[in-house]
């Protein structure tokens, strides 16, 4: 099968966007690019393959009568499933590394203690971890280095105490493991990932039990997974795009900019759109397009990242709190507190100055993100304003109280607009780039 | 006994301040049919003029830290001060739809470039760029003024729709002379005994004069003055310090505020120079437009944004100012971006530095949040005065 | 304001691929212009530091003295990468990072010896004749020289065109500033009677010139543009707009330069580029704002690389906005000074500035406007937002914004320059593209 | 005797010192430094000054000049309040009395303050309000490379060839950081690239304040970086300054002891004047 893949190597994500020849979109995968951008592009690419596979299962599911209207319910534990084995793995690893690292000159004298330690700590995390991906769960990121990193968080503390070892020893190992656990690229035995996650399916569901669904005929469901998985996922034309672009190892035809990415992204994706924002890890563009996806005018930050989406991150880290909270939080806010500085760096201290003037969290939380916010009508105006339809992409899109305050202030000044939020936004620049590699094979 | 608290006096100054759609301006327009307002930005127009036009003028020193600028950033970089685009928000929100005309004087190449982007949006309004003579020769620049004063006065009546004689210049300038000279009491008594009236109060007082007419203005300064002078307030252990820079772009309110609890008692500054400009009072006969020039060409304030011909008086206003007010030190407080004031300010620093006059320096925003940094420049000033001066 | 040809000592040499005529005269005439500035010791003439935008080449000549430009210092330091260092020396003592840099690398300059570009000292200026026009920085400049020299000032204040008109009492102000302040001034100092029928003389040769370089700037409307009216255009208007404007030197070399360009267009030849004749020409821009000269080759490499010429720009017009029809005068010589000071493209207003650029967008056939936007210098930058939204609502084209600074080179970013061009010349790629397919 | 108290509420840390002045040199009776990490600075400046006087065997009444620095304005037990740079002058004196200038680098500032040998304040410059280059930054980039606090000194002096880092930006300049690990370059090497960039600068204030000879001291979290502080003196020998740039093992504390010797001070200006003389 014929792939066009587009890479958005963001600074803080990387994304991956597979379609097929009729300019379906196959698949989409995200990782961390917080780590080497090679890696980070491979990785997002094998996880839109992975995407691209459960695509397939669907297609060829839904192909097989006997399964009608339990083809959704399914896939959803399927990936469920692949999800914990794929985290397991990478646990398992992570508890390698870590004991590997407890052994340098830092830790002379505590070897023993911290290997004892370590292994409290991956126990709870391992049994954790069925919690995590449980069915309905909600998880704060979907990221290892998020998930494990918290996890690792929240179960060292005690484990320290009661040991009586320096919890700032003990994160150091984990800081010094995560990054080469991250930067594994960990291809092989995909197929068998899929086929252990199907196995677990079908024993948790013939065990029975409350949230098990109900059992499934084990033939006739291995025998089209095993089928999609034999159509092989050729890679016809790649471009790349996004802030690390000129470090991929593409050509320069295969690379666009990302204002134009994006641009022709949030045409794909809601045909309509003539304005798009896109609030990124370390930018914030404002893009005016013309009813074909060409782009007519631009508007970017320049060399400051204040009010970007990386403002966000610290304030989370400072918070200790996972991405996905803030905007859940920021919505809980009684009042807006007022907050000029959107310096990313002395956020966390002006957070910390508000909470000590007894400022509540959400308040300062909606303020911060209004301020965010503000920053981009700024640039939007300044790109010449909000046209209908107005398309919110990036990962910043995600959060609702940036949307929230998006469409307040939306409606205050440019009055009623439609505004288009995808669940997918993020990817936006990612599609445009798949869609301009399928131009790109055919020129 | 005054019967107004200065409390009283300074709510009322606090609301005006506050009110960024100018509901008192827009008040006193529909008081009465056919009535126009002016504006005007820093540093310095005859508003005697507009006065005798019976116009209201007022002053616009953008929007200060209350207003979220989303469409004035459209209009300048980031590395463009701060005032010209919270007063294009003014201007586009619909903050300043009543205003007829507005006047952008010649004090940078900001406000200079302002009066243009304000006659492309704004085509109803009289606009005006008003051109002031570097030239202090009476032949020669008082020549030039004289027939710029003459056209303002022209285009003003137009706008007004009645010429303005001479008698009305004639009465505006007794009451905008009544104006300076209350002005120039409040500094006299605040320089005296500045814990009596605090650096944010005096600001307030001051800045209400940007919207009032005069009239009332004037009563709101002898009524504060009195009430001042009948209240006893703490005094602190404070230093004395002028303020310079501050001409253009204001401050937010905490920053003269923090200023002063960081230990500084302010004891003269530049803000809103047009209340002081001239520093005589306009003579009440003859002709008045040759009495403008006149005053304006050898009785006006010094600033950055004025040429001084000669070498040896360049800077030497702020040690006069040190000197008239007994203060301990100077702090140069400058908008970030404003080449008026941070090109002055070495020349400034080294008339103090030949007689020792300690001095600090530091830049703002009309929306600086962070006050931290001021503190701790203000606070480490007067700590160096308190702990070495002699007990 | 301008640049001029670097010297013969810069340290980014041209790759000499083609040596014309012109390029060989200009840099002679440079040469020798340092040479006189920095051997007044011996021969004695005053100087006078001035600036570009006002110039009064023509009358400092009227009394023998040589005619020093601030701005081009800098901006000679600026290609010679000396800037940086100066700025820093400025700041240390105790400028502000916010203001214009043309100020700092000055000051800086000559904190530190001000070494002319020919490796010796600048004199100090006998006469510091401040041209205030279309800049107010100007004034705080002038004021900041004067405590370094401590030498004689005169000022000649220029009146804005606020209303985007000159008024009979702006030339009569500035006439009789000439009259009874410069000339005056200008007498003392040197000990030379003004005479003004050798103005007229200057006046006269002034005008030759003009005719020419208007000629040259107007060329880039061949397609394909024989010229690049913003790289190649700060190095044409290098002689007329400092020390050479009024000699039979700058007369020849825009006859040689004119001559040469004549060649181009029948040769269908590009511009010149510091990498050989510029090949394909794929977009038409004109451009608002000055050079960055810090990274002035690797700027204009973006242009030229992807195939874009700059068929226009407003700042070769910042000593005189000789296409619009202006011309010395000998006739009027103390008036037409007057009118010249007034019509430099800095003095002229937002709106004034509009309207040109929209008449260049159409007469010069352009695919867009590109503004440089510098961080140092207000009286171009403040406003040019507006002028971007006007022009592109005026002529439908689409414009571009990019960011950098004259001589500082902490603000010249190549990435996110080249990312802006890259983008922008995609867009008009594109749109090009789908306006004729577009159903 | 006297005994007087200096609490330095920082960004990163609250500093606490105890010191015991009259008759001869001050007298250490204890210090505390606290990191902040989320908790309210405060309650936790409260927490650690009680602990320490307990220490000490002391109490609240038994201290004559409670005086606060940095944040700490506001802490109502306090008896006076200093500014950062009067008491980092103040404290770098008591730590080396040859400091001419004291290089206060922090959580999220650089100070640079021209001090004589009293510890007056002459004159000071800070960095810019952007945050590049400051404490926070280097602790996240450290965290990020999974190294430990007191590791980056030791690390740094193993680079050999420091990779620059471009960006004036943090926040970008984490990115540049991110880029070079994704080119092989070492954290050593990282970690003293971050160092120069800093330590250029720290020397431009030094440069900027026109100090030409004796002690720079490193005060503030900072100064414990030795990878740091040789990078400063590296900086500054290249702009060919002939000053010592050195630190001291008590460099953090030098805001609160520089508050506990003011303190005394005053507090014997004060016990010399009539009471009520001002209200406060
Ligand atoms: N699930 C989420 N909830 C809230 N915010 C999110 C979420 N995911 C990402 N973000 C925000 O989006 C930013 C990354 O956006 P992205 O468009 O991926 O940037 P880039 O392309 O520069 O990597 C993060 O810094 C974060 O603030
Ligand atoms: N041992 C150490 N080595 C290196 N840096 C340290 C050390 N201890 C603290 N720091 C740094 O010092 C900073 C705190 O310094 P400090 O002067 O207390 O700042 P503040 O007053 O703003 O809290 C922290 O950012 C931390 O990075
Ligand atoms: S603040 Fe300064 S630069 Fe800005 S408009 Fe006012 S005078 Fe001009
Ligand atoms: S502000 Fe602009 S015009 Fe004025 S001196 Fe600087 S660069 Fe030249
Ligand atoms: S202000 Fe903050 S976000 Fe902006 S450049 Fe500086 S560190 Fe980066």
């Known amino acids: 099968m014929k792939c066009y893949i587009g890479i958005d190597l963001g600074s803080t994500t990387t994304k991956s966007v597979i379609v097929d020849e009729q300019a379906k979109v196959l698949g989409r995968g995200i990782t961390n690019s917080r780590s080497n951008y090679d890696t980070a592009a491979a990785v997002s690419k094998q996880e839109a393959l992975v995407a691209a596979r459960f695509t397939l299962f669907r297609r060829a599911l839904s192909a097989t009568p006997a399964l009608a209207g339990r083809v959704d319910g399914l896939l959803v534990d399927l990936e469920r499933h692949f999800r914990l084995v794929q985290f397991r793995a990478q646990l398992e690893d992570l508890e390698e590394t870590c004991l590997r690292h407890s052994g340098g000159l830092r830790f002379a004298g505590q070897e023993r203690a911290l290997a004892e330690a370590l292994g409290a700590v991956f126990r709870e995390l391992r049994e954790e971890a069925i919690a995590l991906f449980a069915p309905g769960a909600r998880r704060r990121s979907d990221f290892f280095r998020d998930l494990a990193g918290s996890g690792f968080m929240t179960a060292a503390e005690p484990v320290c105490k009661a040991s009586g070892l320096s919890f700032d020893l003990m994160l150091n190992v984990y800081d010094k493991s995560i990054i080469e656990v991250e930067n594994r690229k960990g291809e092989a035995g995909m197929d068998g990932k899929f086929l252990e996650a199907l196995d677990s399916v079908l024993r948790t569901r013939a065990a029975g039990g409350a949230a098990a669904g109900p059992p499934l005929v084990a033939d006739e469901v291995v025998r089209p997974v095993r089928a999609a998985l034999q159509i092989p996922l050729e890679e016809v034309y790649v471009v790349g795009t996004g802030y690390g672009r000129v470090r991929l190892p593409f050509p320069k035809e295969h690379i666009r900019s990302e204002i134009l990415c994006h641009g022709l992204g949030a045409h794909l994706m809601h045909e309509g759109t003539r304005t798009v924002l896109d609030i990124g890890g370390q930018d914030t563009k404002a893009i005016q397009v013309d009813e074909n996806g060409i782009v007519e005018n631009f508007q970017m930050n320049d060399r400051c990242a204040a009010g970007t989406g990386r403002y966000l991150g610290y304030v989370a880290d400072e918070m200790q709190m996972g991405l996905h909270e803030l905007g859940p939080m920021a919505l809980q806010a009684t009042k807006t507190l007022r907050i000029n500085s959107t310096c990313t760096v002395f956020a966390g201290a002006e957070l910390r100055d508000r909470l000590a003037l007894g400022d509540k969290r959400e308040d300062i939380l909606a303020g911060l993100h209004r301020a965010i916010i503000l920053r981009a009508m700024s640039i939007i105006s300044r790109s010449g304003g909000i046209r209908d339809q107005f398309t919110f992409t990036g990962g910043v899109a995600k959060n609702e109280a940036a949307v929230r305050e998006l469409r307040n202030l939306v409606k205050e000044n440019y009055g009623d607009v439609t505004i288009n939020i995808n669940p997918d936004s993020i990817y936006t620049g990612a599609l445009g780039a798949a869609a301009f590699a399928r131009r790109g094979a055919a020129a | ?391 | 304001m301008t640049a001029s040809a670097p010297s013969h000592r810069s340290p980014v040499p041209v790759r000499e691929v083609v040596k014309e005529a012109s390029m060989v005269k200009q840099k002679e005439m440079i040469a020798r212009n340092y040479d006189l500035l920095t051997s007044t010791a011996e021969h004695g003439r005053k100087v006078a530091s001035t600036f570009v935008p006002g110039n009064l080449n023509e009358l400092i000549m009227c009394f023998d003295m040589l005619n020093n430009l601030p701005e081009i210092n800098a901006i000679q330091n600026g290609m010679r990468k000396l800037s940086g260092d100066y700025i820093a020396e400025a700041e240390k003592r105790g400028h502000s990072e916010d203001v214009c840099t043309y100020v700092k690398a000055d000051l800086g300059m000559i904190a530190k010896g001000n070494v002319s570009p020919n490796g010796k000292p600048l004199p100090r200026p006998d006469l510091l004749l401040l041209s205030y026009t279309g800049c107010f920085t100007f004034m705080k400049w002038f004021e900041l020289l004067r405590e370094e020299y401590k030498c004689p000032t005169v000022m000649l204040h220029v009146p804005y065109q606020g209303d985007g008109e000159t008024t009979k009492n702006m030339r009569d102000y500035i006439v009789k500033q000439l009259r009874q302040e410069v000339i005056p001034a200008l007498e003392r100092v040197s000990g030379v009677k003004f005479d003004i029928d050798r103005l007229r003389g200057y006046l006269r040769e002034s005008a030759r010139a003009e005719d020419d370089l208007v000629w040259v700037l107007e060329s880039a409307k061949n397609k394909p543009a024989p010229i690049d009216a913003y790289f190649g255009g700060v190095y044409y208007i290098g002689p007329i707009f400092t020390a050479f404007r009024g000699t039979p030197d700058a007369t020849e070399y825009y006859r040689l330069l004119r001559s040469e360009i004549t060649e181009r267009i029948r040769l269908g030849l590009g511009p010149i580029t510091p990498e050989g004749d510029m090949k394909s020409q794929k977009y038409r821009l004109v451009v608002e704002g000055p050079p960055n000269w810090t990274s002035f080759r690797e700027f204009w490499k973006m242009f030229y690389d992807d195939g874009a010429v700059v068929v226009a720009s407003s700042y070769t017009k910042v000593g005189g906005t000789y296409d619009l029809g202006f011309r010395h005068d000998p006739d009027h010589p103390l008036e037409s000074l007057a009118d010249y000071c007034m019509g430099v493209y800095t003095n002229r207003n937002l709106p004034q500035r509009i309207d040109l650029l929209e008449k260049y967008m159409d007469e010069y056939q352009a695919d867009g406007l590109l503004i440089n936007s510098i961080k140092s210098c207000n009286s171009f930058s403040a406003g040019q937002l507006m002028i971007m939204r006007e022009v592109e609502k005026r002529t439908g084209k689409p414009a571009a914004f990019i960011e950098t600074d004259l001589v500082d080179p902490r603000y010249f970013s190549a990435a996110n320059v080249k990312n802006r061009l890259e983008s922008y010349f995609q867009m008009i790629d594109q749109k090009r593209g789908s306006a004729p397919s577009a159903a | 005797m006297t005994i007087t108290a200096g609490i330095d509420v920082g960004t990163g840390c609250v500093k606490v010192a105890l010191f015991e002045t009259g008759g001869g040199a001050p007298r250490w009776l204890g210090r505390r430094v606290e990191r902040i990490r989320q908790r309210n600075p405060y309650a936790l400046a409260g927490d650690a000054f009680d602990a320490l006087l307990e220490e000490a065997g002391l109490r609240r009444g038994d201290v004559a000049y409670i005086a606060t620095t940095g944040d700490g304005e506001s802490i109502s037990f306090a008896t006076g309040h200093f500014y950062s740079m009067t008491t980092h002058a103040r404290g770098a004196i008591h730590l080396d009395p040859s400091t001419r200038l004291v290089l206060d680098v922090g959580a999220l500032h650089g100070r640079a303050i021209r001090t004589d040998a009293r510890g007056k304040v002459l004159s000071y410059k800070m960095t810019s309000q952007c945050a590049s280059g400051s404490g926070q930054f280097l602790e996240n980039i450290a965290r990020y490379l999974g190294i430990a606090q007191d590791e980056i000194g030791t690390l740094s002096l193993q680079g050999t060839a420091p990779e620059k880092v471009s960006s004036i930006c943090a926040v970008l300049a984490e990115t540049d950081v991110i880029n070079m690990v994704s080119r092989g370059i070492s954290a050593a090497n990282i970690l003293k690239g971050i160092h120069v960039s800093m330590a250029q600068r720290l020397a431009a204030l030094v440069r900027g304040i026109g100090v030409l000879e004796g002690t720079v001291l490193v005060t503030g979290g900072l100064g414990l970086d030795r990878g740091l502080v040789a990078a400063i003196q590296e900086a500054s020998a290249e702009a060919q300054l002939p000053v010592q740039v050195r630190s001291h093992p008590d460099a953090i504390y030098a805001g609160a002891i520089g508050a506990a010797l003011w303190g005394a001070f005053r507090h014997e200006k004060l016990s010399a004047r009539p009471p009520g003389a001002l209200a406060s």
Not at chain 2, 335 to 346: K, V
């Open chain 2, 1 to 391: 006994m005054a019967t107004i608290t200065t409390a009283a006096l300074v709510a009322r100054c606090q609301a005006l301040f506050d009110d960024i759609s100018f509901g008192a301006a827009r008040q006193w327009k529909a008081a009465a049919p056919g009535r126009k307002v002016v504006a005007y930005m820093p540093i310095y127009v005859p508003r005697e003029i507009i006065h005798a036009a019976g116009m209201l003028p007022l002053g616009i020193l953008g929007a200060g830290e209350s207003l979220e600028v989303i469409h004035g950033d459209a209009y300048y970089q980031s590395y463009i001060c701060r005032i010209p685009r919270s007063t294009l928000d003014l201007g586009i929100t619909g903050r300043l739809d009543f205003v007829d005309g507005f006047l952008f004087p010649s004090i940078c190449d900001v406000i200079r470039n302002l009066s243009g982007i304000w006659k492309i949006l704004f085509p109803e309004v009289y606009v005006r760029y008003f051109d002031v003579p570097q030239n202090f020769d009476p032949e020669v620049g008082g020549t030039f003024y004289r027939h710029e004063l003459q056209e303002l006065r022209e285009g003003l009546a137009r706008l007004a729709g009645s010429p303005i004689s001479d008698d009305a210049l004639r009465a505006s300038f007794a009451l905008y002379n009544r104006n300076r000279r209350l002005v120039r009491e409040l500094y006299a008594f605040r320089a005296e005994a500045p814990w009596r009236v605090p650096a944010s109060e005096l600001y307030l007082v001051q800045r209400a004069g940007m919207v009032l007419p005069v009239e009332e203005h004037n009563q709101l300064l002898a009524d504060y003055l009195a009430a001042a002078r009948a209240e006893e307030r703490p005094r602190r252990d404070n230093c004395r310090v002028v303020l310079n820079g501050v001409f253009c772009e204001q401050p937010p309110l905490s920053l003269i505020k923090a200023i002063e609890m960081s230990g500084c008692y302010v004891v003269d500054d530049d803000f809103m120079l047009v209340n002081r400009w001239l520093l005589e009072d306009l003579p009440v006969s003859g002709d008045p437009i040759a009495a403008l020039a006149t005053a304006f060409l050898g009785g006006s304030t010094e600033t950055g944004a004025k040429y001084q011909p000669r070498r040896e008086l360049k800077g030497r206003y702020i040690l006069d100012a040190v000197r008239a007010s007994a203060a301990e030190g100077v702090i140069f407080a400058a908008p970030s971006f404003c080449d008026p004031a941070l090109l002055e300010r070495p020349m400034l620093e080294a008339v103090l530095d030949r007689v020792d006059v300690p001095h600090i320096g530091f830049k703002y925003a009309e929306n600086s949040a962070q006050m931290q940094p001021v503190r701790e420049q203000a606070g480490t000033f007067a700590d160096s005065i308190k702990l070495w001066s002699a007990p």
